[in-house]
């Protein structure tokens, strides 16, 4: 392999900024991540991931990565950008399907039983595994019509009125219903930013999912939007086990109670979220968060 190599060519989408480093380098950072620091087991857990490998052709991206996601909590993920954590994200619920270069090895079970088997049919394993993505994606429907999809096509619903209710809670448990029930038929794409995301969270939660994920959901948004993004999330955590990939370490402190710090696609570090941030274990963690890198 030329020594000209990229830190790109071994994980993809790592950022420009680390472009200039060598493999020798890259091989030596991620040799000297010997194991993850902290626990990684949670009592109860709803998901659990164990030895999971993640490889886009014959480049790895995840290495080794063993993960909990508990039952009423929220997990935040948090690295610099390219250090594999919207790729593992996207594991739990089998999104990483749709590349055909993408291959997934290691166990990653819901409740105990494996997702990755052929029995397991996919869209119903996301039907479980619901994900809010980075950039708002309403479908090109009405607003009732955009939550009403999933239970459509799922049967959740045997007649209009029950489809009705299904709608209207999910809107407000999204906290979006007062803001749009006097024009449910107005395209979702007529929305605000915010609320076309709160409409897409509603759009997930219609079809009564197990886990939420959630790849930077606040991104695109305004602090107000990204405010009232964070206090659904904090209410959701009442229902729902929740794994949150952010680039913002202020926005992982406020919303989540575990916090797991990915660098150069392995697991480094995972604990409480107050301890992570105010006593890390790990170097690579504390300059991350000290702001000496990422």
Excluded: W
């Excluded at 190599?5 to 200039?20: C, H, K, R, V, Y």
């Excluded at 014959?58 to 790729?87: F, H, W």
């Excluded at 593992?88 to 590349?99: G, P």
């Excluded at 202020?250 to 480094?268: M, W």
Aim: hydrophobic share 40%.
């Amino acid at each position: 392999m030329s020594t000209s190599t990229t830190l790109n060519d071994i994980i993809p989408g790592s950022p420009a900024i680390q472009e200039s480093t060598k493999v020798d380098d890259v091989t030596a950072m991620l040799d000297s991540i010997e194991g993850t620091v902290g626990t990684t087991r949670v009592e109860n857990p709803k998901m659990e991931m164990r030895e999971v490998d993640v490889f886009y052709a014959d480049k790895q991206a995840i290495y080794d990565v063993d993960l909990d996601v508990a039952r009423n909590e929220v997990i935040a993920m948090i690295g610099p950008s390219g250090c594999g954590k919207s790729t593992f994200l996207r594991c739990l619920n089998r999104m990483n399907d749709t590349i055909p270069i993408c291959r997934v090895t290691g166990s990653i079970t819901l409740d105990g039983v494996d997702i990755n088997t052929r029995e397991q049919d996919p869209v119903l394993l996301r039907a479980r595994v619901g994900m809010v993505f980075q950039k708002p994606n309403p479908f090109a429907k009405s607003i009732f019509d955009n939550v009403a999809y999933g239970p459509r096509i799922h049967g959740l619903a045997a007649n209009r009125a029950e489809l009705d209710e299904i709608v209207i809670s999910s809107l407000k448990r999204a906290g979006l219903y007062d803001e749009v029930k006097s024009r449910l038929d107005a395209p979702g794409t007529s929305l605000s930013g915010g609320q076309q995301q709160r409409l897409c969270i509603a759009r997930t939660i219609a079809v009564n999912p197990e886990v939420i994920l959630m790849d930077e959901p606040c991104s695109a948004l305004d602090p107000i939007a990204t405010a009232r993004i964070e206090e659904l999330i904090d209410e959701l955590r009442e229902n729902y086990a929740i794994a949150i990939v952010t680039h913002s370490m202020q926005q992982a402190a406020r919303v989540s109670q575990r916090t797991a710090y990915f660098h150069l696609g392995k697991l480094v570090e995972v604990g409480k979220t107050n301890d992570i941030f105010t006593n890390p274990q790990h170097d690579l963690t504390e300059n991350y968060i000290t702001g000496r890198f990422g």
